[in-house]
């Protein structure tokens, strides 16, 4: 049971390129979340999604897409990379109705030069 | 909105010793969720402590227990005998019930000193 398995860990882009982060999950959870952790600010929700072909926005969703195509994968596309998104992604995945909290991925560094 | 403030950036105790970092929220719900991660260097979240909004009775888990304060909407968190191990970047977080969304503080971080 490997839980929620992000990649890669670390990754440095330019300014402009596109690229996506990788969310996996084996826990047959419905919901998954993606976050971005900035120094001071927390955690913010980009997207999250209830389920397979289901997905909405979160708190700061511009210049991310995502799409949830099967209840495994998550993934999260970057569109056209920007030095405001600097910062460290994580993933996260739960049961509907459980409101256990969320089992967190180990996170992407990721750095837009 | 739901908001989480901990308005303790940066904490630091010596080992053995009793620490509370605070946390307040803002939400108009009756039923919801709190709950304490635990960041240590390593990245990982890390799972504390959870409360349900309408239990009276404050959660604990071995060293780690709360103060839930319902009315004031405050949710500190009690770490004892504190241990080297202990030290990280702790995160409040809120959850409507239903809605499934975490909502984070901006994150108090503790250092046990030996």
């Known amino acids: 049971n490997a839980g929620v398995t992000q990649t890669p860990k670390f990754q440095v882009l330019k300014t402009g390129q596109s690229m996506t982060l990788q969310c996996a999950q084996d826990m047959n959870h419905e919901y998954m979340s993606w976050y971005r952790q900035d120094p001071g600010m927390g955690l913010r929700l980009i997207h999250y999604s209830v389920g397979a072909g289901i997905t909405d926005q979160g708190e700061v969703p511009n210049g991310y897409n995502v799409s949830r195509s099967t209840t495994e994968d998550f993934p999260l596309r970057l569109l056209s990379a920007a030095p405001s998104q600097t910062s460290v992604y994580f993933c996260?995945?739960?049961?509907?109705?459980?409101?256990?909290?969320?089992?967190f991925g180990s996170g992407t560094r990721l750095t837009v030069v | 909105a739901q908001t989480v403030t901990q308005s303790q950036p940066e904490m630091s105790v010596q080992e053995a010793e009793t620490v509370t970092l605070s946390c307040t929220y803002d939400t108009s719900e009756s039923n919801y969720y709190l709950f304490w991660y635990k960041q240590p260097p390593s990245r990982q979240m890390i799972l504390v402590i959870r409360q349900e909004a309408y239990k009276q009775q404050n959660a604990t888990e071995n060293r780690f227990s709360v103060n839930f304060q319902k009315a004031a909407k405050s949710f500190s968190l009690k770490i004892s005998d504190s241990q080297l191990g202990d030290t990280a970047m702790y995160f409040c977080a809120f959850m409507n019930s239903g809605a499934q969304k975490l909502v984070f503080g901006q994150g108090t971080r503790l250092t046990i000193n030996p």
């Open positions: 996260a995945s739960s049961f509907r109705g459980q409101n256990y909290g969320y089992t």
